[in-house]
């Protein structure tokens, strides 16, 4: 017991230092990483570049391996940015819109004069969806016509225009259904959060072809590399996230006509030194501004609701499974169900679980656009195989004594296992178990593959928008090292419990 309690002191002694230091943060300046060798695209050989992986930058940038230069691949802008800053890179490819968001906000970067490429942005369709496809282009093509999408561009573009054209989606007939987009939301001006919704020209410009169709939008955020996929497989019926046609990609998806023009530009340290915010500003930019806390809460509400009902299954399905399993053994019969028991649990131990996730929510079920019950499922079945091998642990540690006590009690086999065996085992495997729900926990945290708003894709958010790495990622941190003390205390009483009714 003393040594629970020290450690419960520990960790709060650690919260408080890093409190501590956080307030009493001078605003000085820090220190700069030094100017980018690179100048010019011809100083792109031998370098070292950031990129977005996936798009078109990480496609063009991809010709320089061959030079010597060294492509450092991140699955979002803004954390090849924060690479850039801290010096990990000499450069980042990136579009022009998202890289003037980027440097407006970072001082010590500038935007090469030098174009690298031109691009045109476009919407993805799946191959077989020819109907859609075909309007969605008469609605581009209207929108074009009419001023719409110009105004829409100019209402995120431009420093007179700005702000001054928002999108206002008419009272129309949506009796044709829904038309599901997907998109990664940290793409400024083109979709990111604010104020805790997906807003950008890709939404808005969304929205006013779903208007045009009659049809009721609806957004899916995710990672950016599963966008395409996420058509092809029906879970989304476009995807719109300045996507540019390549001849790759048309292999594999359909693109409508282009509806603007973007230019990749290239992000260089400039050699000046940063201004280091206070506390205070820090906390404000990061949680207070535009009500970015909110990010925080929705994403803990979905990781809590995703691993209590994947505990739920993983119980469920892992103590069901453990009993087959030490019947088989115990009494050497149902051979072909023991192998098939076998198989199960050494396919879902022997694969990572983020690979299972993905497997059950684009091929498995390919047709369901619900992820939340998809990674219910998907953690639920992983956590099944874990807890299966404790149970049957807990329950092949028994002694076998104990088992014919109750058979020659006149108990039937169920009845022994059920009153006899599995609570003896259940206090043995309690810790764990425990441990195995922790790991649950913290496993949801990749849940944003299949576009789900949990707590760590909330930190993310909060990042994509401010750059500063410490304050969001340190918030998501404590949030789950509370989650876990609790857990971890619910399970010490429960033990404690436990071994009081074992002396009674």
């Given at each position: 017991m003393k040594q629970k309690r020290g450690l419960y002191v520990l960790v709060v002694v650690v919260v408080l230092a890093i409190v501590a230091a956080l307030v009493f943060w001078p605003k000085q300046e820090e220190e700069s990483a030094g100017e980018s060798p690179v100048h010019t695209v011809d100083d792109l050989a031998?370098?070292?570049?950031?990129?977005?992986?996936?798009?078109?930058?990480?496609i063009n940038a991809s010709d320089y391996e061959a030079e010597g230069s060294t492509i450092a691949r991140y699955t979002k802008g803004?954390?090849?940015?924060?690479?850039?800053?801290?010096?990990?890179?000499?450069?980042?490819?990136?579009?022009?819109?998202?890289?003037?968001?980027f440097v407006e906000r970072n001082s010590d970067l500038s935007i090469l004069s030098e174009e690298f490429a031109v691009e045109e942005y476009a919407i993805c369709i799946a191959k077989e969806n020819t109907e859609l496809l075909d309007e969605v282009n008469a609605a581009i093509q209207t929108l074009k016509d009419n001023g719409t999408l110009e105004k829409i561009i100019q209402n995120y573009i431009g420093d007179s225009t700005?702000?001054?054209?928002?999108?206002?989606?008419?009272?129309?007939?949506?009796?044709?259904?829904?038309?599901?987009?997907a998109t990664n939301a940290t793409f400024e001006p083109y979709e990111y959060v604010d104020s805790g919704e997906i807003v950008g020209i890709d939404i808005d410009m969304s929205q006013a072809i779903a208007d045009e169709l009659g049809m009721e939008l609806v957004v899916q955020d995710m990672e950016f590399d599963s966008i395409i996929s996420a058509v092809q497989t029906g879970k989304a019926d476009m995807g719109v996230a300045g996507l540019t046609v390549t001849e790759d990609r048309l292999k594999s998806i359909n693109f409508t006509d282009s509806y603007t023009t973007s230019t990749q530009v290239i992000i260089v340290r400039n050699g000046t030194v940063a201004k280091t915010l206070s506390f205070s500003e820090r906390i404000y930019e990061n949680f207070v501004k535009n009500d970015r806390w909110q990010n925080l809460t929705q994403g803990l509400l979905n990781t809590i609701k995703i691993s209590f009902v994947a505990v739920l299954i993983g119980i469920s399905l892992g103590f069901l499974i453990a009993v087959l399993r030490a019947t088989c053994d115990m009494t050497g019969k149902y051979a072909p169900l023991n192998w098939l028991l076998k198989a199960y649990l050494t396919v879902i131990r022997g694969t990572p679980v983020?690979?299972?996730?993905?497997?059950?929510?684009?091929?498995?079920?390919?047709?369901?656009?619900?992820?939340?019950?998809?990674?219910?499922?998907?953690?639920?079945?992983n956590s099944s195989a874990y807890v299966a091998e404790i149970v049957r642990g807990g329950i092949m540690s028994i002694d076998p004594g104990q088992f014919e006590a109750g058979r020659s009690l006149g108990f039937s086999y169920a009845q022994t296992m059920w009153h006899f065996i599995l609570p003896q085992a259940f206090k043995n495997v309690l810790p764990a178990l425990g441990n195995e729900f922790i790991v649950l926990l913290k496993e949801t945290s990749i849940s944003g593959y299949i576009g789900i708003v949990d707590l760590t894709r909330g930190g993310d958010y909060i990042r994509s928008?401010?750059?500063?790495?410490?304050?969001?990622?340190?918030?998501v941190?404590?949030?789950?090292?509370?989650?876990?003390?609790?857990?971890?205390?619910?399970v010490s009483m429960m033990e404690a419990r436990l071994k009081n009714d074992g002396r009674n």
């Open positions: 031998g370098a070292s570049i950031g990129v977005q992986i996936g798009t078109i930058g990480d803004a954390d090849a940015i924060q690479a850039l800053k801290q010096g990990k890179v000499d450069c980042v490819i990136i579009d022009e819109q998202p890289a003037n968001a700005k702000g001054q054209y928002p999108y206002e989606s008419p009272d129309v007939d949506r009796s044709n259904g829904e038309l599901v987009i983020m690979v299972q996730l993905l497997i059950i929510y684009y091929v498995i079920f390919a047709s369901t656009s619900y992820p939340v019950m998809v990674a219910c499922l998907a953690f639920g079945l928008r401010t750059y500063d790495a410490f304050m969001p990622l340190i918030a941190a404590l949030i789950y090292l509370i989650i876990v003390m609790g857990l971890s205390k619910l």
